[in-house]
């Protein structure tokens, strides 16, 4: 029984992994320009977890409203 585990474990382990901090980033710069891959779209899907996305999704969007903006008073 122990080696049925074992063998189920080792065979999945690899693919159930969560995306780490650098491919979530990565998806959702992607995404937001529209140019997400099909594959890095399955693998968030199956493997992610959706606050992780939302969490990084907002911090992108502020990030990026923080960059328009110091942009446009440096021009300004």
């Known amino acids: 029984m122990n080696q049925v585990i074992t ?3 080792s065979a999945t382990g690899a693919d159930q992994r969560e995306p780490t901090l650098l491919q979530v980033m ?3 710069c992607a995404a ?4 997400q891959s099909k594959e890095n779209k399955t693998r968030d899907f ?3 977890k959706p606050a992780h ?3 990084a999704g907002l911090a992108f969007t502020v ?3 923080v960059t328009l903006v110091t942009v446009v ?3 300004v």
């Not at 937001?32 to 140019?35: A, R």
């Open 63 to 65: 990030m990026f409203l």
């Open 7 to 9: 063998r189920t474990n």
């Open 32 to 35: 937001s320009f529209g140019v």
């Open 53 to 55: 996305f939302i969490i």
């Open 46 to 48: 199956k493997r992610g």
């Open 26 to 28: 990565g998806s959702v």
């Open 73 to 75: 008073n440096l021009i």
